[in-house]
């Protein structure tokens, strides 16, 4: 099968397609032909080395496609079933081997770019809106890169909940994508002088609820200025790169701040959470209420040019790796 290979850490060239063995399923997996891979943000840390891999490997965690072979010991599954996947690695492939009880299955009336779209991205932007900073509809929150994957679902996501969100993002294009998920107002933080004294204009002088920054180390300071007294920053991604070292007694100098730093997987860490999750997502997506837009398709020979592009901040929406 052909597959993308990562032989050392590196820039997007180190992303190789190469002929390798096609994988058979050992116990309690299931093979897939991988119809669509989903980019994540996460494929640029490992392939950097910022999260530390073994090589060689084939990256990409985030998959959809029909089950091909049964591993021993898997039930509750078909060969012909549609499956996804958010964590596990080696999706960037033609072919991929996937545990099966950190598989979802996906409903009919979700198509195989949606079910990747949603999935990752998705139960990111709904566990931070109901678990991690839940919503109740009253507040306001300022969503970073809203036009992004993530972003455009988290502000679809608040929004519909009635929440007021203030997106940020660095163009005109994508500040028109972040109103149309719900966004009432938007700032575009590459020309704004002082974007927590933005916020504050836009809140009467207040701040904001919560921040949801997966920008890091450009936006933290202005996150924590941005929030009210006792609001709570989500720091949930490093876009612009890690942030450095915070001292406690800043969150004490802002307001009695709270300060989070969640990761998906320790709020989907049983089949159970996951597969509920999942279908919630779907359900949404399925009813036509949560709109999953795929930003740009590559074949699996320009998985390079995809992280460019991610990185770059030329994308919108999802990012997909189509590998047949
Ligand atoms: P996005 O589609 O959001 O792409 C990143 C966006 O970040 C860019 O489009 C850009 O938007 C913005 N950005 C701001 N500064 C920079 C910079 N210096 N370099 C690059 N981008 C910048 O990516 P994803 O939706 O895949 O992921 C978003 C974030 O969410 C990532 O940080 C990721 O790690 C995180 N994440 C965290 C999870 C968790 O469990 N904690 C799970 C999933 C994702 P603009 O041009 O508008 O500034």
Redesign the pocket.
């Known amino acids: 099968m052909r597959a993308v290979r990562v032989t050392k850490a590196g820039g997007p060239e180190v992303l190789e397609v190469a002929d390798l063995d096609d994988p058979t399923p050992g116990p309690g997996e299931v093979l897939v032909e991988v119809a669509a891979a989903g980019v994540?943000?996460?494929d640029t840390?490992q392939r950097e080395g910022i999260y530390p891999m073994e090589t060689p490997y084939v990256p990409g965690l985030e998959g959809t496609g029909r089950v091909t072979a049964l591993g021993e010991g898997v039930t509750g599954v078909a060969i012909g079933d549609r499956i996804a996947w958010a964590e596990t690695l080696g999706s960037y492939a033609q072919q991929v081997t996937v545990p099966w009880d950190k598989a979802v299955p996906v409903p009919d009336g979700v198509a195989d770019d949606a079910a990747v779209g949603a999935l990752?991205?998705g139960m990111?932007a709904h566990f931070l809106v109901n678990d991690c900073f839940p919503l109740a509809g009253t507040e306001t929150v300022l969503v970073h890169?809203a036009?992004?994957?993530?972003?455009l679902l988290l502000t679809q996501l608040a929004s519909a909940k009635g929440t007021r969100v203030i997106a940020?993002?660095?163009?005109a294009e994508?500040a028109e994508l972040a109103r149309g998920a719900g966004a009432a107002e938007v700032i575009d933080?590459t020309r704004v002088d002082d974007l927590a004294a933005t916020v504050r204009e836009l809140t009467g002088g207040t701040g904001v609820d919560a921040v949801f920054d997966?920008?890091?180390r450009?936006t933290f300071d202005a996150s924590l200025a941005a929030l009210r007294k006792r609001g709570m920053l989500v720091l949930?991604?490093?876009?612009?790169g890690p942030v450095p070292p915070v001292d406690p007694q800043r969150l004490n100098a802002g307001g009695s701040l709270y300060l989070t730093r969640?990761?998906?997987?320790d709020y989907v860490d049983t089949t159970e959470s996951l597969r509920d999750r999942a279908a919630a997502v779907y359900a949404e997506v399925a009813a036509g209420r949560l709109d999953v837009r795929i930003g740009h398709r590559y074949p699996l020979e320009e998985a390079g040019t995809a992280h460019e592009d991610?990185?770059g901040?030329r994308?919108t929406g999802k990012l997909l790796l189509l590998p047949s």
């Open positions: 994540n943000y996460i840390y990752l991205q990111t890169a036009a992004g994957g993530v972003g940020t993002t660095s163009s994508k933080y997966s920008v890091g450009t949930f991604g490093a876009a612009s969640p990761k998906l997987f991610l990185q901040r994308t």
